[in-house]
Nanobody
């Protein structure tokens, strides 16, 4: 069983930045892929980006160049740095881990981009 605890959401103006964190209950060294997803009202959950254990990352076209996922192995935290936020980035953001052939999700944190 893996527990994922997220924090860092909130209200931000367009063009602003936020940083989300995700802390798994097991060592990051044992999780090959960490990912962030988001879900806006009335829409399906979508992949924001992934971070592979050897450092490779991948992002959706809608956030490429604005969002960055990184691992802090020393503090056992995964970060999602979001810059130049747009109103369409407003959603509940979820941390995801796949471990032992099972999917685990965080509780979600709300991000609202509005003036």
């Amino acid at each position: 069983q893996v527990r994922l605890v997220e924090s860092g959401g909130g209200l931000v103006q367009p063009g602003g930045s936020l940083r989300l964190s995700c802390g798994p209950s097991i060592s990051l060294h044992s999780i090959s892929i960490m990912a962030w997803y988001r879900q806006a009202p009335g829409k399906q959950r979508e992949l924001v980006g992934q971070h592979y254990i050897l450092g490779r990352t991948g992002y959706s076209d809608s956030v490429q160049g604005r969002f960055t996922i990184s691992r802090d192995n020393g503090n056992n935290i995964v970060w999602l740095q979001m810059n130049n936020l747009k109103p369409e980035d407003s959603a509940v953001y979820y941390c995801h881990a796949r471990w032992d052939n099972r999917d685990y999700w965080g509780q979600g944190t709300q991000v609202t981009v509005s003036s």
